[in-house]
C-alpha cells in the first residue's frame, strides 16, 4: 500500500489514534522518542545526562526512552567520553544505517535521485541531464534509480526504508513565455502527478513538496538552518523558487506555495534578450532564473541547452553574465523588501544551480542594490550564501521522510 503525504497529512511512524488517556500516554512517549532523536540530530553525540537536560526530561525517563531506541536500532553508542573527571558517560549518536530515505527532483532540466542514511549523509547520488523532460521519461529515470539504489542497501535495509521524497515545481507546464519553453505538449505536465505514480509504482510511502521547499528543508537540516530560526530561503535553478522557515520549522503554506517568490511582481527585464510582459509588471522568474540566463546568452549568439554546457560558457562570456546578473539583482530588490518587512526574519539564505564565484557576485550586486533601495530607518536584510548548491532540492526531498517520520510535531499531541 502506498499514499501520498504532505506536512499536514499523514506523517507514518507510529502515528496513534483515538481518545482517552492511553492514547495520550502512547502520543505523548512517541513525542519525546522524536525530541530524544531531534536532539541527538542537532548535538551530533551527547550521553543520557546531555539528553536528560537538553529536552527538559527526567534522567529516568530519558534513559527508557534511549534504551528502546538502541534496541530498535536508531541509536548506538560511541564509546567512553574521555578528558571528564570521575566516571566517563557513554556517548551516544544516530546509527546511520538506523533508517534511509530516497529523495527525487523531478525539474525543467533534470532528474535527480538521492538516497540518505538515517544521519542526512548521502549514501548515492544519480543525476540525468534533460532538456525539459516529459513526464513518461522522468518517471522511468527515477524508478531505475530507485531501484537500483534498493537494490545496494545493506542487509535489512530495504525494510528501514521510510519512504521516497518528491521535490517538483507545482503546475512545472505554466509560463512558458516567462521561462522559454517552445513547446506546447509540455504544459501536460499540469495534469500530472508524479508522487502518485510513484508510489504506485513502488509501494512505499511518498511524500511530496514543491522543489523551492524541499531545498529549504535541506538549507533547514544540513545548512544556514543550524545558526538560523527564522529565514526566508531562495533558490535559483531553471526557474527561481523559494521557501519560509519560521520558528525551526519549515512552513508550507495552505496550498504548499508558501515562499514561492518567484510568482512576485517586479519591473520589466533591462535585458532586449526578454520577452515583454503582456501587463505593465512581470513576474521574477521572468528576470531571475537559469532559463533568463540561458535565454540572455542565446539571444547574444552563444548555443546552450544542457547545465554543463552552461558551465562551459559561463567563463567565457563574462560581459553576457554580467549584465544577466545585474538584471536579476535588480528584479529581486524589491521581493527581498517586501518579503523582510512583512516577515522580520533573521537572514534571508540565497542558493543557487550556479558556479560559486557567480553567487558571490549576485550576492555582492544585491547587497549594494538593497542598501540604495532600503526604507529611512530600516535596514537591509541580511544576506546569506546558502550551503547545499545544486543539490538542495533533492536533498531536501530525501530528508522528508525522516523529518515527518522522526521529528517532533505538537500535532502528536492532540487526540485524534
Known sequence: MSYVAYANGPIGGGQTTGNGQGSNSVNLRLFNER???????RLGAASKADLSRTVSLTSNTAGII????????????????????????TLLSLNPEGAYSIGVKVGRRSVDTVLVDFCGHVVERRHHERDFPMPEESLALALGDIADMQGGLPAGGRDRLV??????PYNMGSWRRELDIRFDAYTVWNDVDIAAQLGAATGLPVFRENDGTAAA???????????????????????????????????????????DIGLMPVGPSRLAS??????????LLTRASINSLIRHLRANGVEVALRSELE?????????????????ANALVMPLLSAACL???????????????????????LNRYLDEAV??????????????????????????????????????????
Request: aromatic content about 4%; glycine content about 12%; proline content about 8%.
Open 274 to 283: 526578454a520577452p515583454r510582459p503582456t501587463h505593465s509588471c512581470d513576474i
Open 312 to 328: 562551459q560558457a559561463i567563463p567565457l562570456h563574462p560581459a553576457l553574465v554580467a549584465e544577466w546578473l545585474d538584471d536579476a
Open 343 to 365: 516577515l522580520d526574519v533573521e537572514a534571508i539564505v540565497i542558493d543557487a544551480d550556479l558556479p560559486m564565484p557567480v553567487r558571490r557576485d549576485l550576492e555582492t550586486r
Open 35 to 41: 525530541v530524544i532523536l531531534n536532539a541527538l540530530r
Open 217 to 259: 528543508v535541506a538549507e533547514m537540516f544540513q545548512g544556514c538552518g543550524r545558526e538560523l530560526e527564522n529565514f526566508v530561503y531562495l533558490f535559483i535553478g531553471s526557474a527561481i523558487g523559494g521557501g519560509l522557515v519560521m520558528n525551526g520549522q519549515y512552513y508550507r503554506g495552505i496550498t504548499g506555495n508558501a515562499g
Open 375 to 416: 526604507p529611512e530607518a530600516r535596514r537591509p536584510p541580511p544576506l546569506r550564501l546558502g550551503q547545499i548548491g545544486r543539490h538542495a532540492a533533492a536533498l531536501g526531498a530525501a530528508i522528508l521522510p525522516l523529518h515527518l517520520n522522526y521529528s517532533p510535531s505538537r500535532e502528536i499531541l492532540v487526540n485524534q
Open 66 to 89: 534511549v534504551k528502546e531506541l538502541e534496541e530498535r536500532g536508531l541509536i548506538r553508542s560511541e564509546g567512553k567520553r574521555s578528558g571528564a573527571r570521575g566516571q566517563p558517560a
Open 163 to 168: 519512504g521516497i521524497g518528491v521535490a517538483a
